[in-house]
């Protein structure tokens, strides 16, 4: 059973535009949640993180939105550029296993120049 | 700079064959985690470590075991490959000292077991 859900496969926007990725989950004792990015062939790379205390956490064109009443998180790009075509994955840590992160399936996104 | 290293980026086995894959990081991290990365299924945690010489099952450890002698590398091994797991097999570290803190992951290692 996925705790870490992410709806869709795929994502495509245009050069400049807003890009939002979606993440759902089910697991109310989930305390940490961690976006990755993953290009092919290559190992995933952390870009932004939030606590379950915070609703928003910023970084760069980074932006992490949290609604824990939804258990719903979503990843803002603003603006979207071609080098963030790539898979990106949502993550989560139980507060009562923090060593496991639970991943999500990832959403492919393409950004079109 | 943070460093995750993986001994092959490609590797070619035949059926039966004993694979061994190598992860070393230079953080002093005690966690250590070994993933396989499929189309659509995401990352699989294969087994992880916390400790030297302690490992835990993850999600598909069939097939698979692991090594841990010293705290800085941990191997993955394939007793007898099979066909099912030709896959992107890729390495993580991660310190205990930071709640929520992030994984580093390694280049991968893209494995064809034929």
């Known amino acids: 059973d996925q705790q870490v859900k992410q709806n869709s496969p795929s994502l495509s926007v245009q050069e400049g535009r807003i890009s939002i990725l979606n993440c759902d989950y089910t697991n109310s004792m989930f305390d940490y949640f961690l976006w990755y990015k993953k290009y092919p062939a290559e190992g995933p790379t952390f870009l932004i993180s939030?606590?379950?205390i915070k609703d928003k956490n910023e970084d760069g064109r980074f932006t992490v939105f949290l609604n824990k009443s939804a258990k719903h998180l979503s990843l803002h790009i603003v603006p979207s550029q071609p080098g963030d075509s790539a898979v990106y994955f949502c993550a989560a840590y139980n507060a009562g296993n923090n060593r496991k992160l639970i991943w999500g399936l990832g959403t492919s996104l393409a950004v079109n120049p | 700079d943070v460093k995750v290293t993986q001994s092959s980026r490609y590797l070619v086995k035949r059926t039966g064959e004993k694979v061994f894959l190598e992860c070393v990081q230079d953080?002093?991290?005690?966690?250590m985690f070994w993933y396989r990365q499929d189309p659509g299924l995401g990352l699989r945690l294969i087994y992880f470590?916390?400790?030297?010489?302690?490992?835990e099952k993850g999600d598909i450890p069939e097939g698979y075991s692991v090594s841990r002698e010293k705290k800085e590398r941990f191997s993955l091994i394939l007793e007898s490959a099979s066909t099912n797991q030709t896959s992107m097999y890729l390495c993580?570290?991660?310190?205990?000292?930071?709640?929520?803190?992030?994984?580093?992951f390694g280049p991968g290692t893209r494995l064809t077991v034929l």
């Open positions: 939030i606590s379950s």
């Open positions: 993580a570290s991660r310190s205990s000292g930071r709640i929520g803190g992030e994984q580093f």
């Open positions: 953080m002093d991290h005690e966690n």
């Open positions: 470590s916390y400790d030297v010489k302690m490992k």
